[in-house]
C-alpha cells in the first residue's frame, strides 16, 4: 500500500525549469519501481521516466532524454523529477505512479502500476 502526492508544478517560460516531487507514504516505499507520466489534453497518458527501487537504474522516454532526471531518496520517500530546457510540448499534467517490483527493472506502461498520486499541473509558455 502507497499513496503518492505530487508538488511542484507551476507555469514557466520555454527553456526555463521545473522540479516535481512526489511524497510517498506506506511502510514499503523502498520496495516499489518509481515512475511519471504526463497526459495532455486531448492525448492518451504518455511515460515519462522511471527509476529502480535503488535508484541505481533510471530509464526515459526519448521525448525526455537528456532533459529531465528522475531519482529517489528512499530515506525521506521522496522521488524527484527535474525539468531543464522545458519546451511548449511538455504542458500536461504529470502523475507519479508506483508499482511493487516484478521481473524487469522497469516498465512504461500506465496499465502495469497500481498506485497513482492526483497529478500536478506543468505549463510551459512559447
Known amino acids: 500500500q502507497v499513496q503518492l502526492v505530487e508538488s511542484g508544478g507551476g507555469l514557466v517560460q520555454a527553456g526555463g525549469s521545473l522540479r516535481l516531487s512526489c511524497a510517498a507514504s506506506?511502510?514499503?516505499?523502498?520496495?516499489?519501481?518509481m515512475g511519471w507520466f504526463r497526459q495532455a489534453p486531448g492525448k492518451e497518458r504518455e511515460f515519462v521516466a522511471t527509476?529502480?527501487?535503488?535508484?541505481?537504474?533510471?530509464y526515459y522516454a526519448d521525448s525526455v532524454r537528456g532533459r529531465f532526471t528522475i531519482s529517489r531518496d528512499n530515506a525521506g520517500n521522496t522521488v524527484y523529477l527535474q525539468m531543464n530546457s522545458l519546451k511548449p510540448e511538455d504542458t500536461a499534467v504529470y502523475y507519479c505512479?508506483?508499482?511493487?517490483?516484478?521481473?524487469?527493472?522497469?516498465?512504461?506502461?500506465?496499465?502495469?502500476?497500481?498506485?497513482w498520486g492526483q497529478g500536478t499541473q506543468v505549463t510551459v509558455s512559447s
Open positions: 527509476v529502480s527501487w535503488s535508484g541505481g537504474r533510471t
Open positions: 506506506g511502510r514499503t516505499f523502498s520496495s516499489y519501481i
Open positions: 505512479a508506483a508499482k511493487l517490483s516484478g521481473s524487469y527493472y522497469y516498465y512504461t506502461t500506465g496499465n502495469e502500476y497500481d498506485y
